[in-house]
């Protein structure tokens, strides 16, 4: 099993960027696919973005890409999620989460406790 923490989050102004961090601890990292996910206010959860276990492929929701980008560091067993041109609608909790295996099928199997993301004037 893998163990995941977020942080990163916190207050940024409309047009601003951050850069959220997702340290793994328990497991072997590398060997994972990884995901993040948000809630936005008044919303379900949404599935924003993914990677593969060796960083090499990605995915993203239509409606952020361009301002979005995963990343990851398996050196460091850490996850990355750069956010740029944030918008107030981007206010919530961000979780990380692992795949079961090396790639983005099948389910998720580890959640992280998530960071908050504000975005206001």
């Known amino acids: 099993e893998v163990q995941l923490v977020e942080s990163g989050g916190g207050l940024v102004q409309p047009g601003g960027s951050l850069r959220l961090s997702c340290a793994a601890s328990?497991?072997?990292?590398?060997?994972?696919?990884m995901t993040w996910v948000r809630q936005p206010p008044g919303r379900g959860l949404e599935w924003v973005t993914a990677?593969?276990?060796?960083?090499?492929?990605?995915k993203y929701v239509d409606s952020v890409k361009g301002r979005i980008t995963i990343s990851r560091d398996n050196a460091k067993n850490t996850l990355y999620l750069q956010m740029n041109n944030l918008k107030p609608e981007d206010t919530t909790v961000y979780c990380c989460?692992?795949?079961?295996?090396?790639?983005?099928?099948?389910?998720?199997?580890?959640w992280g406790k998530g960071t908050l993301v504000t975005v206001s004037s």
């Open positions: 989460a692992s795949y079961y295996n090396s790639s983005w099928t099948g389910g998720m199997g580890y």
């Open positions: 328990g497991s072997i990292f590398s060997v994972y696919a």
């Open positions: 990677i593969n276990s060796g960083g090499g492929s990605t």
